[in-house]
């Protein structure tokens, strides 16, 4: 399994970007693929996650209402649609999934065997 992460860059406080993480080597049909970020000096924390069967959607407290986190089955590719972004946002952004992935387990980033490889953004004040 293979993902691959794009779409970050540099915008302005207020700012929006849209990420996508595409996986190949197989199609999803359970499990999940969720977007972590990591600043330096950070650990690495969960951001927002979308749940292959039924596409619950999981956010993180610090994004909610401005990040929202789509899937196309199609593309077996999940985005994340960021607006309003802070310069707290700043970070390495990685996607991850796994097909074993429970929604109790779900912000967590032990429950994910593959990993992008991660895409920056940068949110100037």
């Known amino acids: 399994v293979q993902l691959q992460a794009c779409g970050g860059g540099l915008v302005q406080a207020g700012g929006s970007l849209r990420l996508s993480c595409a996986a190949s080597?197989?199609?999803?049909?359970?499990?999940?693929m969720g977007w972590f970020r990591q600043s330096p000096g950070k650990e690495r924390e969960f951001v927002a996650a979308?749940?292959?069967?039924?596409?619950?959607?999981h956010y993180a407290d610090s994004v909610k209402g401005r990040f929202t986190i789509s899937r196309d089955n199609a593309r077996n590719t999940v985005h994340l649609q960021m607006n309003s972004l802070k310069p707290e946002d700043t970070a390495v952004y990685y996607c991850?999934?796994?097909?074993?992935?429970?929604?109790?387990?779900?912000?967590?980033?032990?429950?994910?065997?593959?990993w992008g490889q991660g895409t920056q953004v940068t949110v100037s004040s």
């Open positions: 991850a999934a796994d097909s074993r992935v429970i929604v109790t387990m779900i912000r967590s980033k032990s429950a994910y065997d593959y």
């Open positions: 080597g197989r199609t999803y049909s359970s499990g999940a």
């Open positions: 979308i749940r292959w069967s039924g596409g619950s959607k």
